[in-house]
């Protein structure tokens, strides 16, 4: 059985590919460009602002002295972000590895459908900060209970995208693989598995994102270390500018993770719509 390749963007080294590799670098800078003036603005219209009020370091820090919380120890910050974000690609992994088994499964048997499926339905729509504090009571306050978080509240997206993913194959491509005669393996892994890789990458970026949302969660009800844990020990003692910084912090982890997905995903799939329409 052979099955055709999904079509190149770019030949490698062609002379068409070294415009439009130059054109895609031109946007990205003008892109950052953009972003660094925007956010530089915010920023200071932000220190203006405080100054011009008179607002209190303790009710809305200004951007200088958040900087300056992060500049006299940035050990502690980072230190306190590994755990958080060890805990966050753990559980992260788990949820991508285990989702898409499960979604598999979910496809090619009617029976979990109705009965896995339905469940997995059920369960998110639990609110899960609500049974946090079970997990602590089971589990305790190390990185076990942050993993579980991170855990659940990201495989559900994708179970659901990869599930989808699995199933929107086009069933021209099916009935072609069947005049072939093809295995039920042969057709998984040469049709299905692959017209899924984006809806999968899509639910990875969802993903990520609940993953690091849930392991702050586990660090609000019950920690003694991360990002989560610093948050709210510096709001109980009026710490605001620690508190800025540490979700400044957060929000740079969140920008780098997401990041990482969508490079993988570039990497994996340079023939998918998205990854081309991206060079130009």
Known sequence: MSTTPPPSAVAPGSAKGAPQ??????????????????????????????NVFDIGAYLLPKPSEVLKVIAEDPMFLLSHGSVTAAATLVGFVLATLIGVLIAILIVYSPFLEKTLFTALVAFNAIPKIAIAPLFILWIGTELESKILMAFLIAIFPIIVDTVAGLRSVDPAQLDLVRTYRASQAQTFFKIRFPNALPSIFAGMKVGITLALIGTIVGEFVGANKGLGFVILQAQGTYQTPLVFAAIAVLSVLGVILFNAIDWAERLALPWHVSNRTKKH
């Open 21 to 50: 590799r130059k054109s895609a670098m031109r946007k990205s800078l003008t892109q950052s460009f953009y972003l660094t003036v925007t956010l530089a603005a915010l920023l200071v219209a932000w220190e203006v602002a405080c």
